[in-house]
């Protein structure tokens, strides 16, 4: 028998009493989506969910056991969006294709970062799998590849994050407020840094640049395992 924390695509469907379903996975994923983008994630609810789908929240409870299983479509139901092209056998172009993807994905819904660890599904599997061969020529062992998958994401995750957080800031304050706060004394090795970088002019590195800049360093670690 299924558990509720079977993830929802394992769960027997078949042989379920009641009406046929009437709703795809996709439907609600979409439904919820929609709900997060313009309220945000804590706004999102099984009553929500059902209002924008015309049903009851009876009804949805045929299809999910909760908001996780919703959370887990959304985030599903947002990997397909993504556009594979062939792979080149290129792996820094092959791996950027995917990751600006996501990065981008991440700054259009900020709300993604909230959904902790979610369920992979079909397309986030064909999202893994498409890592998978990215990184291939590489040539690194299956838990290398695995963890550089987990590495590569996060940043690109946490990339789009931080941009949609700074959108409507001055990153020059942010940086500004750090270099307030570093005291030499009792931060030297921060205020070291910070005068170094002041000194060469590092603060003004592009956006682009860093974002590629921590990529390279990803893939030079995982390519070091060879």
Do not use: C
Request: proline share 6%; hydrophobic share 40%.
């Amino acid at each position: 028998m299924d558990s509720p924390t079977t993830p929802i695509w394992l769960r027997a469907q078949d042989g379920r009493p009641g009406p046929r379903p009437r709703y795809t996975f996709s439907e609600i994923g979409e439904a919820a989506i929609q709900i997060a983008d313009a309220d945000g994630l804590d706004k999102l609810s099984m009553r929500g969910v059902a209002t924008a789908l015309g049903t009851g929240p009876a009804s949805l409870y045929r299809y999910v056991t909760g908001k996780t299983d919703i959370e887990d479509l959304m985030a599903d139901r947002i990997a397909g969006e993504y556009v594979f092209a062939p792979i080149t056998g290129d792996v820094r172009t092959d791996v950027l294709m995917i990751l600006e993807q996501i990065r981008a994905a991440y700054r259009r819904h900020p709300w993604l970062a909230d959904i902790s660890t979610p369920a992979r599904g079909p397309n986030g599997v064909r999202l893994l799998d498409r890592m998978v061969a990215a990184l291939t020529p590489l040539g690194a062992d299956a838990g290398s590849s695995m963890l550089g998958i987990a590495l590569l994401s996060g940043w690109a995750m946490n990339f789009g994050s931080q941009e949609s957080a700074d959108a409507r800031t001055d990153p020059s304050v942010g940086a500004a407020h750090v270099a307030a706060l570093a005291d030499p004394e009792q931060h030297p090795h921060l205020s070291a840094l910070l005068r170094e970088q002041s000194r060469t002019g590092g603060e003004s590195m592009d956006v682009e640049e860093t974002f590629r800049r921590g990529v390279d360093s990803l893939l030079a670690g995982i390519g070091s395992d060879r």
